[in-house]
């Protein structure tokens, strides 16, 4: 299992090639930090705190690249009206929150397998779950 700090080197090994800025390091330190799933406005916001000049653009752009070449999870789809990041490239899950949107990683404790079909290759797994959080039902109950 690749843990996060083996990526970290991972990726500056190979960012050695494409210059590592410090907007993209800065973006890829924050995602370290958090397991909150931000949208890119969200790291905009967190990462002009220490970067003032940096605008939406870059951080797109850099989101990008970085869920691009397998860095981060960028989940969502197109039908959705803001993509999450994740840092954590592991295998796991994800729930999703219908009220407030929260997304929690979800731990498998073992790999499901699944079938082979004839006519794919799979490269990557990722299932979400959706429901109501403890605080949204709690709410929704009162």
Sequence with gaps: ?????????????????????????????FLMSVKSHPTAEMVHKL????????????VYRNLQYLADNGYILRLGSDKDEFFHYDADISNHDHFVC?????????????????PKLSIS???KQIIFYYGLCNKCLKIKNK
């Design 1 to 29: 299992m690749i843990t996060n700090k083996k990526i970290t080197k991972k990726v500056q090994k190979r960012e050695v090639k494409r210059r590592l800025t410090k907007q993209r390091q800065l973006i890829w330190d």
């Design 121 to 123: 290759k799979t490269l």
């Design 98 to 114: 219908d009220h407030c949107h929260q997304i929690v990683d979800l731990q498998k404790k073992k790999v499901q397998r699944l």
């Design 47 to 58: 990462v002009k705190k220490k970067l003032p000049n940096i605008s939406l653009g870059t």
